[in-house]
Nanobody, 118 residues
């Protein structure tokens, strides 16, 4: 049973950076895909980024491309989301996700709040 636990959210000012982390427990395979979604108040959940475990191929939404970087650390089975040049519109609850198809939505973490002030 795969479980996901996020950390690293917080309050920052526009232009600053944050790094989110997701600890992955349970067995996953090389075909597994890890990702991040977010949900802002009053809005639908939206895809942010994803990475394939085997090939390390990455995917990004247009709204974060060039500012966010997803990566995976195999040694401690964690997935990171480096968020640079944050904007107020990035304010949301961020969820770590995992799955066998793209975008990954089979498993969800509990979420971590990111707030960006202007």
């Amino acid at each position: 049973q795969v479980q996901l636990v996020e950390s690293g959210g917080g309050l920052v000012q526009a232009g600053e950076s944050l790094r989110l982390s997701c600890i992955v427990s349970g067995r996953t395979y090389s075909s597994y895909i890890m990702g991040w979604f977010r949900q802002a108040p009053g809005k639908e959940r939206e895809f942010v980024a994803a990475i394939r475990q085997g090939t390390r191929r990455t995917y990004y939404s247009d709204s974060v491309k060039g500012r966010f970087t997803i990566s995976r650390n195999s040694a401690n089975n964690t997935v990171h989301l480096q968020m640079d040049n944050l904007k107020p519109e990035d304010t949301a609850v961020y969820y770590c996700t995992g799955g066998t198809s793209y975008p990954p939505q089979d498993k969800w973490g509990q979420g971590t709040q990111v707030t960006v002030s202007s």
